[in-house]
């Protein structure tokens, strides 16, 4: 049997995130019947992220075992017939046997969007979050350095996540900001984990999003993550402005 890993994009927007469910369009249930489709016989996907419904993906990353002849670079353009709108296999090719795309992960990146003007964007709204208050980026920016490293983000995840761990190591954080006209800027976040906790991301973004209103200090911050209180941190961002950029493998 071969193993074949997909590199995917999609637009979060059209699906209910990527775990498969009965009643509703998710990624994982897309790519699986096109993949069905191709080699006439089901096989198990796997997927490095779960993304949840409304989040996007530049470099999602799957797996399946196949004893089809079709060549592993070729899945791509073959699957690319059969997917839905809003999906694209952008990349095939043949993994070692024992490769896993999640359990063979070294980091994950993802991006945030936030459109930071008075008014909203009939372009970016379902790409961005939009946060009319003006933000302090410079007490974002100091804000993001206290997330670097290794430690119990305990207090930046959503409950319901059964992990035997809340410890994880940020490798980066950067923000990057950019014109978006009307008096206004995109405020980028890239962040780079070797794993990342229910809801991380999106707690991390809301939490930057409250230092650059005021709402937390660096010292609150601080406390948060000694604490491991969630309630001490700031909002779920909404899942419009995530991305899962790219997956790093050995």
């Known amino acids: 049997m071969r193993n074949i890993a997909l590199v995917l994009e999609y637009d979060g927007t059209l699906f209910h995130g990527w775990q498969a469910q009965i009643n509703a369009p998710t990624v994982h249930g897309a790519v699986s019947e096109a993949v069905r489709k191709l080699d006439g016989a089901p096989r198990r996907l796997i997927g490095a992220s779960r993304t949840d419904a409304g989040v996007h993906a530049r470099g999602q990353v799957a797996n399946f075992h196949t004893d089809s002849r079709i060549p592993a670079d070729k899945y791509a353009f073959a699957l690319n017939t059969a997917l839905p709108e809003g999906v694209v296999c952008v990349e095939s090719y043949e993994a070692a046997p024992d490769f896993h795309a999640r359990f063979s992960a070294v980091s994950k990146k993802y991006s945030y969007l936030i459109l930071n003007r008075r008014q909203p964007s009939a372009l970016h709204r379902n790409r961005a979050w939009h946060v009319p208050i003006e933000l302090d980026e410079a007490a974002m ?71 650059g209103m005021g709402r937390l200090s660096a010292a609150d911050i601080g406390r948060a993550l000694a604490s491991g209180d969630r309630k001490s941190a700031g909002k779920t961002a909404p899942p419009q402005g995530l991305c899962l950029e790219y997956i790093k493998y050995k």
């Open 141 to 211: 920016r100091g804000a993001a350095r206290l997330f670097i490293g290794e430690k119990d983000f305990r207090a930046l995840m959503s409950a319901g996540s059964p992990v035997k761990s809340t410890i994880r190591t940020v490798l980066s954080l950067e923000l990057g900001v950019t014109p978006a006209g009307g008096g206004g800027s995109f405020i980028k976040f890239e962040i780079e984990a070797n794993g990342f906790l229910y809801n991380m991301a999106r707690i991390i973004a809301g939490t930057l999003v409250y230092a």
